[in-house]
Structure formats: structure tokens, C-alpha cells
């Protein structure tokens, strides 16, 4: 039997991570899915439901916003609670999730009827879960609860407040938005009509997640124009548009690739690679921390591909270059008010906070450097993006406890 503390929350998370809504990169419309509007409209039905004001999907943008009315009759500055209801590049269709209740903390758990299995020797962090009641996958699909559990979260708590009006507070902005998993859903974020003076987007990982610092980001799109002729006469006359690629992959660092970096290491990561002798395409991410580095980065990219030109007598290697989004904390070094108050909430509930440089970016780096400082808070979930991906019920609950007492906080400080 599984006990919850908040009524609606796992059985809002189960329907929510069953609707499929995976977004699609290689769409020019927002949201990049019909599947997404159409499930932002089923959850702009929901907070109607629930009570909350203000419900619109703004044009611009195509994020839910709505509001917590304040029940009080003093100004407290104004919360934002921001979400993303896209699912990331994986299958995400016909998602299956199973309940594990009371894990003991050491056995595998079968995903499905399939080979796949979470065994804490594979993935030890599920040690630290005995006791707890997880939701995986059926091992077909991941889970979605990036950022599903986020949205089930916000969407409890609003439910939550208005049906206990003892409990004080503001006016609360949820803003639930499409496409954050191919990293343009915040693009358009419209924080005027958001309206709050500071937020949070409730889209991390696992317990005490507490991140105001990302990557710089950066993505270069290459193209190499080759000249196929037959092996034969191949001498001074061919160019192998797959070798050019190589010898431009080969020029970078070897030991800055994603895959042998980590904690302040940024790294060039070639994500897409696509060739034949006459043409050949490549994809690179660049991510660095600190800003003169993230800068230096693209210049030996520019430098490497200047110099290819030269070497063949004339331009045919092009690059798109361009920035993707900012360090978070460049944008809130003024705000840090914002994260004291996310992180003593987490310390009052006896959660110990867990800081750390976020080798990734969120949305809120983007809405931050819009103006609206937007640090990132813990919503549950482990192994994102994969087959193997779960979470806690307990966390989830922890998360939605961590924005009540933000709440109780921001109306405490506010009524000095």
C-alpha cells in the first residue's frame, strides 16, 4: 500500500508521464509538438478546476500561466513556479510506469517484461532509497519525470493551497512551458505578463538540488563541401569531405570531450556527424563555465576552420556559430537573496542542500538573463532521459514541502 502525504500527487504524475509529449527538434513551430499544446491545454482545464485565476497560454511564448490568488491583505513579493512539460529524445511513446513500493533498498528491480533492470550495483544512488516507493519504467520508454515531476509538483501544491486558505501566501505565478529538452522553450518567455519578482524553476535532479550555476553554451553547425571523384584519379583532385572532418575533429583537444571532463571542465562535444566523400555535416557543443574560456573555445573552433580553408585553397568548410544560453550565475550575482531563501527552506525541513557548478544549463538561465532571477530547485528524478530513469514519491513530496516553506518564508519576510 502506498501512503501519500499529499493527496493527487502520484496519481497526477501517472497521468501526467502516460501523455506522451515529447518534443521535436527538428520542428520550426512553438511548441515544436502538437502533442505539447494539447496537453498544456488539458492542465490549463485542470488549474481552472482547482480554482486558480488569470489561466492563459501566452501568445508569444505558448507557456501556461495562471494564478494563486494571495490570501492575504499585505504585499509579499510575488513567487514564479516554472515547469516544462516536454519530454527529452528518447521513446517516449506508450509510457508504462510501475510502482515499487516500500524498496528495500538493495534488490533489482525488473523493468517490465524485458532484459533491462535498475540494480544498485549499476546505479548505486538507489541505495539511499530504501523505504521509499519509486516510480520507474517499464524498461520500453523513459519515465518523463523530467520534468513531469516538476509540473505534478506545482500543480499539487496550488491544489493544496487553495483547499487549506489557513495556510498564508501571496500571489503565486505558475508558469508551465513547452520545449525546454531541445533548448529553446524559454526563447520567448514573456516576463512581463508572468508577472513574479523572483522564481524558481522546480526542474532537478535528486534530494537538496539546489543550482544557480551552468554552463555558457554554444553550438556550431558545419558544413564540409567535398569533391568526389573516382578513387583512381583521386590524386590533387579529390576532397574526401569525411577526411576534412576528421582532421577538423582531430585538431580540437582530445582530452576536452565531454566524455573525459567533468565538475569545471568545459569540453567540445561533437553531438551529430553525417559524411560522404562529396559532403559531409557536423554538429558540435561547446560549454564552459567560466566566460573568457567559453569565449577563447569558439575562437579555436573559428581558427580551426580558417585554417582548414587555407590548407585546400578555398572556402569549403562553413560554421554556424552560435551562443545558446549563459552561466546562471553571472545573471543572479545581484539576486542571491533568491537562492538564501531556497536554501534555508531546504535547512528548515532538514534538507541538506546540494550546491554544485550544473554541467547543463535549465530555463531559468535563459529567463534570468530576461531579468526575472530564476535559480533551479530539485524535483526527483534520477537516470533522466533513459529506460532507466525513476523517482521517489518521498522526494517529490519533499519538493513540494521545500516550496511550501519558500512560501512561508517570502510571507514572514515579507510582513517585517
Given amino acids: 500500500m502506498v501512503t501519500e502525504k499529499y493527496d493527487g500527487l502520484l496519481s497526477r504524475f501517472l497521468k501526467y508521464v502516460k501523455t506522451e509529449t515529447r518534443s521535436n527538434p527538428a520542428s520550426t513551430t512553438v511548441p515544436s509538438d502538437p502533442k505539447e499544446t494539447a496537453f498544456l491545454n488539458e492542465l490549463a482545464k485542470e488549474l481552472e478546476q482547482i480554482g486558480l485565476e488569470n489561466i492563459h497560454i501566452n501568445k508569444q511564448s505558448s507557456y501556461l500561466m495562471a494564478t494563486i490568488p494571495s490570501n492575504i491583505d499585505y504585499k509579499v513579493p510575488t513567487i514564479g513556479l516554472i515547469s516544462h512539460v516536454d519530454t527529452a529524445d528518447f521513446n517516449a511513446h506508450n509510457v508504462n510506469p510501475q510502482i515499487i513500493a516500500d524498496y528495500d533498498g538493495q534488490s533489482a528491480i525488473k523493468l517490465g517484461d524485458g532484459e533491462y533492470q535498475l540494480d544498485p550495483v549499476v546505479f548505486p544512488s538507489l541505495k539511499k532509497y530504501a523505504g521509499n516507493t519509486l516510480i520507474t519504467t517499464d524498461g520500453t520508454t523513459l519515465l518523463g519525470a523530467d520534468d513531469k515531476s516538476g509540473v505534478a509538483e506545482i500543480v499539487t501544491m496550488a491544489d493544496y493551497l487553495m483547499k487549506h486558505p489557513e495556510i498564508k501566501h501571496g500571489e503565486i505565478k505558475i508558469g508551465l512551458g513547452p520545449d525546454e529538452e531541445i533548448g529553446t522553450g524559454a526563447d520567448h518567455f514573456d516576463v512581463d505578463d508572468f508577472g513574479a519578482d523572483f522564481a524558481y524553476t522546480v526542474d532537478g535532479g535528486p534530494l537538496g538540488e539546489l543550482e544557480y550555476e551552468t554552463f555558457n553554451a554554444a553550438q556550431a553547425e558545419i558544413e564540409i563541401k567535398g569533391n568526389d571523384v573516382h578513387t583512381g584519379v583521386a590524386k590533387g583532385t579529390m576532397v574526401n569531405a569525411i577526411q576534412v572532418a576528421i582532421d577538423l575533429h582531430d585538431s580540437l583537444p582530445t582530452h576536452e570531450r565531454a566524455e573525459r571532463t567533468d565538475g569545471r571542465q568545459g569540453f567540445f562535444h561533437l553531438y551529430k556527424f553525417d559524411g560522404t566523400v562529396d ?121 513540494l514541502d521545500t516550496l511550501l516553506e519558500i512560501n512561508k518564508l517570502n510571507v514572514e519576510q515579507g510582513n517585517k
Avoid at 573559428?302 to 552561466?327: C, P, S
Avoid at 546562471?328 to 531546504?346: E, G, R, S, Y
Avoid at 533522466?384 to 517529490?396: D, G, P
Fill in 279 to 399: 559532403h559531409a555535416s557536423m554538429v558540435y557543443l561547446i560549454r564552459d563555465h567560466d566566460k573568457q574560456t567559453f569565449i577563447e573555445r569558439k575562437h579555436l573552433l573559428e581558427r580551426i576552420v580558417a585554417g582548414l580553408n587555407d590548407e585546400l585553397g578555398e572556402e569549403r568548410v562553413t560554421m554556424k556559430l552560435y551562443d545558446q544560453y549563459y552561466n546562471l550565475k553571472d545573471a543572479l550575482k545581484d539576486h542571491m537573496d533568491v537562492v538564501k531563501i531556497a536554501k534555508q527552506a531546504m535547512e528548515d525541513l532538514g534538507i541538506k542542500p546540494d550546491i554544485y557548478p550544473v554541467r547543463g544549463g535549465t530555463d531559468g538561465s535563459t529567463i534570468s538573463y530576461m531579468g526575472l532571477p530564476t535559480p533551479n530547485l530539485f524535483a526527483g528524478g534520477e537516470n533522466m532521459h533513459s529506460r532507466f530513469e525513476y523517482v521517489s514519491l518521498q522526494t517529490m513530496e519533499q519538493a
